[in-house]
T-cell receptor, first 114, second 112 residues
Framework: KAGVTQTPRYLIKTRGQQVTLSCSPI?????VSWYQQTPGQGLQFLFE???????NKGNFPGRFSGRQFSNSRSEMNVSTLELGDSALYLC?????????????FGPGTRLTVL | GQQLNQSPQSMFIQEGEDVSMNCTSS?????WLWYKQDPGEGPVLLIA?????ELTSNGRLTAQFGITRKDSFLNISASIPSDVGIYFC????????????FGQGTTLQVKP
């Protein structure tokens, strides 16, 4: 079974631009969660999608948004990029939206904002 | 809010040594997950624990879910160079589906 895939793996953008990151979950998994990882803050939860609906959202500004498609693939978008948005963005999938399910992570997208 | 505290923050050991790291919280967690992250990659799930007192092994790795449900430890026996990486404990946020709370991580370095 293929794992979680994320594209692109690396991105370089400049301040003020916007970016879209893509995540394909493990086949059959319907829940996709997104995290931001930085050296200073560690792994921080962005949001979770299940059956095309955002079920939960972390403490990030409205510039961070996402969506999920009917095939469970998910995208996240960051508008008006700031230097502090430079981070590794990880998505994770699980079978269903449940606090007991393990989450399986993709390799991440490394975003650098100049 | 819920927090997970991992210790030690980093470890530098000789190949072949055993390693122990732990994770504590002031809140109860119903699940404990242990992940390993290699540089530039996403975390990989090593062990999942669901019941207080549960002891689970995965090869040279052993993890236990504390009786109070407020702590967990991970042991690695006979370490090898490929054990190098960052180890994270994680648990589901109460009332927030799809959200995991992560510890700060324990960085492990193994000297051949």
């Amino acid at each position: 079974k293929a794992g979680v895939t994320q594209t692109p793996r690396y991105l370089i953008k400049t301040r003020g631009q916007q970016v879209t990151l893509s995540c394909s979950p493990i086949s059959g998994h319907r829940s996709v969660s997104w995290y931001q990882q930085t050296p200073g803050q560690g792994l921080q939860f962005l949001f979770e999608y299940f059956s095309e609906t955002q079920r939960n959202k972390g403490n990030f500004p409205g510039r961070f948004s996402g969506r999920q498609f009917s095939n469970s693939r998910s995208e996240m978008n960051v508008s008006t990029l700031e230097l502090g948005d430079s981070a590794l963005y990880l998505c994770a999938s699980s079978l269903m939206s449940s606090p007991y399910n393990e989450q399986f992570f993709g390799p991440g997208t490394r975003l650098t904002v100049l | 809010g819920q927090q997970l505290n991992q210790s030690p923050q980093s470890m530098f050991i000789q190949e072949g040594e055993d390693v122990s790291m732990n994770c504590t919280s002031s809140s109860i967690f119903n699940t404990w997950l242990w992940y390993k992250q290699d540089p530039g990659e996403g975390p990989v799930l090593l062990i999942a624990l669901y019941k207080a007192g549960e002891l689970t092994s995965n090869g040279r790795l052993t993890a236990q879910f504390g009786i109070t449900r407020k702590d967990s430890f991970l042991n690695i026996s006979a370490s090898i160079p490929s054990d190098v990486g960052i180890y994270f404990c994680a648990g589901p946020s109460s009332g927030n589906t799809g959200k995991l709370i992560f510890g700060q991580g324990t960085t492990l370095q193994v000297k051949p």
